[in-house]
């Protein structure tokens, strides 16, 4: 079983900056990508950085140039900076980890973290 939680959401300033942690331990076997995820009220669930195992990150159209994606392995975490936030960004964010375990693929979401952006 592998657990995901995410931090650091909170409400900031349009022009602001945050930055969300997302710790994943349990029993990680292999990972084969790892992804920011946002969902705004109303509004289906979206991608936002996401990297696959020997690929670069991949981020929505959006956030390019805002939103950088980064990880620190020791610690099993990533982190999604965000800077120059607009009221658009206001969302809930998740962080989700697949994992694969000979043929089979496993998806794991954290609980989420909200992101308000308003003045």
């Known amino acids: 079983q592998v657990q995901v939680v995410e931090s650091g959401g909170g409400l900031v300033q349009p022009g602001g900056s945050l930055r969300l942690s997302c710790a994943v331990s349990?029993?990680?076997?292999?990972?084969?990508?790892m992804g920011w995820y946002r969902q705004a009220p109303g509004k289906q669930r979206e991608l936002v950085a996401v990297?696959?195992?020997?690929?670069?990150?991949n981020y929505a159209d959006s956030v390019k140039g805002r939103f950088t994606m980064s990880g620190d392995n020791a610690k099993n975490t990533v982190y999604l900076q965000m800077n120059s936030l607009k009221p658009d960004d206001t969302a809930i964010y998740y962080c989700?980890?697949?994992?694969?375990?000979?043929?089979?693929?496993?998806?794991?979401w954290g609980q989420g973290t909200q992101v308000t952006v308003s003045s």
């Open positions: 989700n980890v697949v994992t694969k375990v000979a043929t089979t693929t496993f998806y794991y």
């Open positions: 990297v696959t195992s020997g690929d670069p990150i």
């Open positions: 349990g029993s990680i076997v292999r990972i084969s990508a």
